[in-house]
């Protein structure tokens, strides 16, 4: 993601709310907004998320107010999401495009896992177990990204940033074109 950001212009992240705790090198503001239970759940009541999940007990969800500051200053945003966040996005905001990254290989997945030093070797059990029942749904993407070669990868996400941009200004462009036949 973050070579992804670096590569395109007018992209930005979704900063995310979460209720776990910060990890190591984690900063309020940049990786997430942390907030307690109690309030993440006011935030669900006043339907501030456009989407949110439980993920391994603690509750993560984006926020619209994230989506309109993005939308404001003229940037697409990226949200790295879960199966469960993808569901609630592509209901509420149909035109959103979607990528499921894949890694080549359980195995590799499971050593890059290690590799970061950042769980316990139960929360990586939880997470592999996890990944196994989400591959399950990468048809109900988009689009599809192996990383297998990161920067391959990086360059597959960026052309799907711009299809998707160029999608929606021929889109944008089409419409005022056939809006001015109907001028009187």
């Not at 107010?65 to 949200?79: F, M, S, Y």
């Not at 591959?135 to 960026?158: C, F, K, M, S």
């Amino acid at each position: 993601m973050k070579r992804l950001l670096a590569s395109c212009p007018a992209l930005t992240f979704s900063v995310s709310h979460t209720t776990r705790r910060p990890r190591g090198g984690e900063k309020k503001g940049r990786d997430y907004f942390y907030i307690t239970p109690a309030e993440f759940r006011r935030m669900i009541s006043r339907r501030e998320f456009v989407e949110w999940a439980d993920v391994f007990g603690n509750l993560y969800g984006t926020s619209w107010r994230e989506l309109q500051a993005a939308q404001e200053a003229g940037k697409d945003i990226l949200l790295d999401i879960d199966v469960q966040g993808h569901r609630q996005i592509k209901r509420r905001l149909p035109e959103a495009v979607s990528v499921f990254v894949l890694p080549p290989s359980f195995a590799e997945l499971e050593r890059r896992l290690r590799r970061r030093h950042l769980d316990a070797p139960e929360a990586i059990r939880k997470r592999l177990d996890a990944a196994r029942r989400e591959i399950t749904h990468w048809a109900e993407y988009d689009y599809l990204v192996v990383n297998d070669r990161l920067p391959a990868a990086t360059q597959a996400l960026g052309a799907v940033v711009l299809a998707a941009r160029f999608r929606r200004l021929c889109q944008q462009d089409r419409a005022r074109k056939i809006c001015k036949t109907f001028a009187v």
